[in-house]
């Protein structure tokens, strides 16, 4: 089973991102992106989600979003 690009966020607050350029040019010195890219099987992910999901009030607990689409086939599951 491979693993696939994976969005990690502390919270289910999803934000689209993308820096151009890969420069923060412009943004606040202390300024992070709102997701963290990582590496996850599906097999993994389908267990956090499940977690996650039977959870009450689940808005500020941990949150992966699996990019089926993010790697594999050749394609590298780097930084973006």
Known sequence: EDEQ???YSQSNHLM????????????PDN????????KMKY???????KDVN???DSTEKPH????????GNGHTCGQS
Do not use: M
């Not at 992966?64 to 790697?71: K, L, P, S």
């Open 5 to 7: 690009k994976t969005e």
């Open 16 to 27: 689209w991102w993308k820096l151009r350029g890969g420069s923060k040019r412009g943004l």
């Open 31 to 38: 300024w992070k992106p709102p997701t963290e890219i990582i």
């Open 43 to 49: 097999s993994d992910w389908v267990k956090k989600a």
């Open 54 to 56: 039977h959870k009450q």
């Open 64 to 71: 992966w979003y699996f990019r089926i689409n993010g790697c």
